[in-house]
């Protein structure tokens, strides 16, 4: 089982990013997934889920209506849509697999928003 | 809305004693909670799933328990290389809680 995060990188405030995971080892149509994040140094915070098919969503209050979850399970990748990010978006992302309530993770990808 | 409360932050302790790291919930989650350990640098490993079940390559010396509102983590005999953050989380297959994390010096 393996999830490899892409996409990361510096962006300035109100701009736009899309993150990327390309997932092997595992059947990616039959899970659910997720983005977290982590300011270096900080805790986990989670910020999206998407069911196994793409027709449930749900997000944090904190991204809510600039950050949007999407996943191509013919391609076996899952995505984010970051708009109008802010500095306090700056962490590292991480792609999760949920499997019951083990969660397998990327390794993940630096945002940073900065002027 | 879930909250997961994690004490101590920081622990401090010598190679050999025993550690124990508690997790609260703010409601009964059952026994749906597990712990991660995250090493500088890395993403989060899961050790315990469902409050006592050792994930599969965890040291016998890691330990869950609890139910409902109150779940423990005992690390036995600590080893240097048990220096680490420690989190727990609980999924509910809409959104994942996560608590706010215990770091653990050897």
């Known amino acids: 089982v393996q999830m490899v995060e892409f996409g990361g990188g510096l962006v300035q405030p109100g701009g736009s990013l899309r993150l990327s995971c390309t997932a092997s080892g595992f059947s990616f149509r039959d899970f659910s997934m997720h983005w977290a994040r982590q300011v270096p140094g900080k805790g986990l915070d989670w910020v999206a889920r998407?069911?196994?098919?793409?027709?449930?969503?749900t997000y944090a209050d904190s991204v809510k209506g600039r950050f949007t979850i999407s996943r191509d399970n013919t391609k076996r990748m899952l995505y984010v849509q970051m708009n109008d990010v802010r500095v306090d978006d700056t962490a590292v992302y991480y792609c999760?697999?949920?499997?019951?309530?083990?969660?397998?993770w990327g390794q993940g990808t630096m945002v940073t928003v900065s002027s | 809305e879930l909250i997961l409360t994690q004490s101590p932050a920081t622990l401090s302790l010598s190679p050999g004693e025993g550690a124990t790291l508690s997790c609260r919930a703010s409601?009964?989650?059952?026994?749906?909670v597990t712990w991660y350990r995250q090493k500088p640098g890395q993403a989060p490993k899961v050790l315990i799933w469902d409050s006592s079940n050792r994930a599969s390559g965890t040291p016998v010396r890691f330990s869950g328990s609890g139910s409902g509102t109150d779940f423990t983590l005992t690390i036995s005999s600590l080893e240097p290389e048990d220096s680490a953050v420690y989190y727990c989380h609980h999924c509910d297959y809409r959104r994942i809680t996560f608590g706010q994390g215990t770091r653990l010096e050897i």
């Open positions: 409601q009964n989650v059952g026994s749906l």
């Open positions: 998407i069911n196994n098919d793409g027709s449930d969503k």
């Open positions: 999760i697999r949920e499997e019951g309530q083990v969660l397998t």
